[in-house]
């Protein structure tokens, strides 16, 4: 068993104004500010991967397009899209259709510096192994990922091997109370195996 170990962070949660005349993938480039994000998206057709790198959104779907994979994921886009999380190590963006709104709502959890005002003041960070037995690269920069046994596969945006994991910091909110618990969660990077 992994032996979970809480420190100190300062990380901070800020609303996100999402435009009513939604564009996508220009949205969540510009978000992404010129730094390199992954992508993991939910939609009602499946999970779609993707990496923002160099000011290009580029998903599973795009790198499948003339491959024998075609079908393994589907397009984003905003008719089926549930949620989707651009990360890195310094920031999560959680986008997610808000019923209540008729439309959309995001929210913004990054790394503050520790004269700013944090959220957040502790948290703990846990791994979890992405599915899949059988590796194939698709690109050098995405590899599929599939579980023979269960038949599910994603196509994932690293050149990866089997094994290979997706940090989640759990971040931990103290009330007037004094009592911690954890409020809120952000992904972090995807891990080759070591």
């Known amino acids: 068993m992994t032996e979970r170990k809480i420190y100190s962070c300062k990380e901070v949660l800020l609303p996100v104004t999402v435009p009513?005349?939604?564009?996508?993938?220009?949205w969540l480039v510009e978000q992404a500010?010129?730094?390199?994000?992954?992508?993991?998206?939910h939609a009602d057709d499946g999970v779609i991967w993707g990496k923002v790198e160099n000011g290009t959104l580029?998903?599973?779907w795009d790198v499948t397009q003339g491959?024998?994979?075609?079908?393994?994921s589907p397009q984003l886009n905003l008719i089926t899209l549930q949620t989707a999380r651009?990360?890195?190590?310094?920031?999560?963006?959680?986008?997610?259709?808000?019923?209540?709104?008729?439309?959309?709502s995001a929210r913004l959890i990054q790394s503050v510096e520790a004269d700013q005002g944090a959220s957040f003041c502790e948290c703990?960070?846990?791994y979890h192994f992405l599915w899949g037995n059988r590796a194939d690269a698709v690109t050098d920069t995405f590899t599929l990922l599939s579980d023979s046994g269960q038949g599910f596969h994603h196509i994932v945006p690293h050149a990866t091997a089997k094994g290979s994991k997706l940090k989640v910091r759990y971040l931990i909110a103290e009330d007037k109370s004094g009592y911690k618990r954890i409020a809120a969660n952000r992904l972090v990077c995807l891990e080759a195996k070591k």
């Open 67 to 72: 491959t024998n994979w075609p079908s393994v």
């Open 33 to 41: 500010g010129g730094a390199t994000c992954w992508l993991l998206a």
């Open 124 to 126: 703990l960070d846990e």
């Open 20 to 26: 009513v005349d939604l564009n996508l993938h220009t």
């Open 86 to 104: 651009l990360f890195n190590e310094n920031a999560e963006l959680l986008l997610w259709r808000d019923d209540n709104k008729s439309g959309w």
């Open 58 to 60: 580029t998903t599973a």
